[in-house]
């Protein structure tokens, strides 16, 4: 297997343990609010909970994405294994011609 395949499917793998964190953490902050606090806050402020739980499980996912991926990071050497997903930029040389 290349890199560009390990690499690929280290981005697959990335995302879909990005969308379970995200969901794992959405489903526990609505058990959450129905086990402890429906009861004691008015029912219009369930309207602004749905959105608030969905930008709360995104910001968590993502540290803990973060957090996930420094550890390994130090346990493996990122560069022996994956490609590099953006390539250092090409600027024009002398021998190139500038169609500007």
């Known amino acids: 297997m290349n890199k560009k395949i390990k ?3 280290f981005i697959l793998g990335a995302t879909v343990f990005n969308i379970i964190t995200t ?3 959405f489903v526990i902050l ?3 609010y129905s ?3 429906f009861s004691r806050l008015p029912e ?3 309207a602004w909970m749905m959105p608030a739980f969905f930008i709360i499980s995104i910001v968590v996912s993502f540290l803990v994405y ?3 991926v420094k550890i390994m990071t130090k346990k493996v050497d990122m560069e022996k294994h994956f490609d590099p997903i953006f ?3 090409r600027r024009p040389g002398k021998n190139q ?3 500007t």
């Open 7 to 9: 690499t690929l499917l």
């Open 23 to 25: 969901a794992v953490c």
């Open 30 to 32: 609505l058990v959450f």
């Open 35 to 37: 086990r402890v606090l």
């Open 44 to 46: 219009a402020v369930t």
């Open 66 to 68: 973060r957090f996930a």
């Open 87 to 89: 390539g250092p930029r």
């Open 97 to 99: 011609i500038n169609n």
